[in-house]
C-alpha cells in the first residue's frame, strides 16, 4: 500500500505524527519535541498500531537524548521506563525502548556522541519495516495461492494495520495490498472496530487512497458473511504474540476467530517478529489495555448511552494460537502454529 500521506516524518530536530483521532475528516500534524510528547501522543493514540508505537518510541529516545544531552545512564533508563508506560499490551514498544537501553550502554557519559547514532537507527528502522513488510505482503500471497487458488479473492480484516500503524505498506492491510497489486483481490472487508472505530475511519482511508474496493462491515456481520462464504481468507495483525502462538489484537478478534474456525475459513495474522514476545508461554500471561468507557458511550463528542449507564472497555482480546490458520512474519511461516515452530522460526 502506497503511503500517499505521511503518517509520520522526523523534520529539524522535531517529529511530526499525522493526528489519526481526527482522519479520515482532517489531515493535520501534531508536532512533538520532547518524551513526555511523545508519551502523550501514543497514550491519547495520536499515533497508534503496534509497530508504529515502537517506532515513534525510538523518536520519543531521540527527542529525550538531544534534550539531555548531559546526563547519566540512570537518567535514560529512567526516562526509557517512564515512556514505556504509555501503552500495555503492544510489545513492540518495549523492544524497541529496550534495544535503546542496551545500545546506550556504550555511550555512558557521551550522549552527545549518542545522539547522531540513535538518529540514524531511527532513520534506518523505518526500511526494516519496509522491507520486513513485503516480505510478509510476498508470503501471504504465496500461502493464499495454495489454500485458495489463484483466482480473485475476498479478503476480511479487523482494526487499522496499514501505513498508518505499521510503516510502509502495512501488515495484514499489507497483504491484501499486494494482492490487490496482483489484480487478485475482488473485495476487502474491513470491520468497522467498535468502539475506536480504526477501521471504518482508517482501513477504509486507506483503503480508499489506494482505490481497493471494499465494503466496510459491523463486527456483529462477521458470522453471516463467513457462513455464506462470502469471505475467503480473514487477516489480522498482532499487539503481542506469545511463545504458543496465542495473539493479543484488537478486541474481536477473537470472536472472529472462532466464527472463522466454525466456518473453515483460514485466519491469518501477520506481524513482525518485534511483536512476539518470547519471555511469555501463553496468553494468560499479557496485559490487556482498559480503556476510558466513555470510548464505548460516546461516539464523535455525541454520548449515546443513557445518563448513568457506564460501560466496560478492553482494548484487545488474546485469540487462541488453535484458531490461527498461521502466522506470518517477515522470516517466514508459523504453520501450524505451536511453539516448536514459532521458536523455530522467529529464531532463525
Ligand atoms: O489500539 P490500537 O489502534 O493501537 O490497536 C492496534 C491495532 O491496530 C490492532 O490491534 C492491530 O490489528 C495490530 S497493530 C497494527
Known sequence: MKELVKA??????????????????????????????????????????????????????????????????????????????????????????????QMAVEYEGRFDAFYPIIEEHAKAQMQVLADGNLAMAKLGADELEKRCGGGKLNLMTLCNTGWLACGPMGTALGVISHMHSLGRVEKAYPSETRPYLQGIRLSS???????????????????????????????????????????ANKVGSSSLAIVAKHYGI???????????????????????????????????????????????NPSFDVTDASLIECIICEKGLIKPVNKENLLKVVNS
Not at 29 to 49: Q, W, Y
Not at 213 to 241: C, Q, T, W, Y
Request: charged residues 25%; glycine residues 8%.
Open 8 to 101: 509520520l516524518e522526523w523534520k529539524d530536530e522535531a517529529l511530526y505524527l499525522i493526528d489519526q483521532r481526527k482522519l479520515p475528516l482532517e489531515e493535520t500534524f501534531v508536532k512533538v519535541t520532547t518524551l513526555e510528547e511523545c508519551h502523550g501522543a501514543i497514550k491519547d493514540m495520536v499515533v497508534r498500531g503496534a509497530p508504529l508505537i515502537g517506532f515513534t518510541a525510538i523518536y520519543g529516545m531521540v527527542l529525550w537524548i538531544k534534550n539531555n544531552r548531559q546526563a547519566c545512564l540512570e537518567e535514560l533508563n529512567k526516562a526509557a521506563d517512564y515512556l514505556n508506560t504509555a501503552r500495555p499490551t503492544a510489545v513492540n514498544l518495549e523492544y524497541e525502548v529496550l534495544r535503546i537501553k
Open 205 to 247: 482511508y486507506e483503503l480508499t487512497k489506494e482505490g481497493i474496493p471494499h465494503d466496510i462491515v459491523v463486527e456483529g456481520a462477521h458470522s453471516f458473511l463467513l457462513r455464506n462464504k462470502m469471505v475467503d481468507a480473514i487477516f489480522i495483525g498482532a499487539d503481542r504474540i506469545v511463545s504458543n502462538g496465542d495473539t
Open 266 to 312: 483460514p485466519f491469518y495474522v501477520v506481524a513482525p517478529t518485534s511483536s512476539f514476545d518470547l519471555g511469555s508461554e501463553t496468553g494468560d500471561e499479557i496485559e490487556i489495555e482498559m480503556r476510558s468507557q466513555d470510548e464505548v458511550l460516546y461516539c464523535g463528542g455525541t454520548r449515546l448511552a443513557p445518563e448513568g449507564a457506564t460501560a466496560w
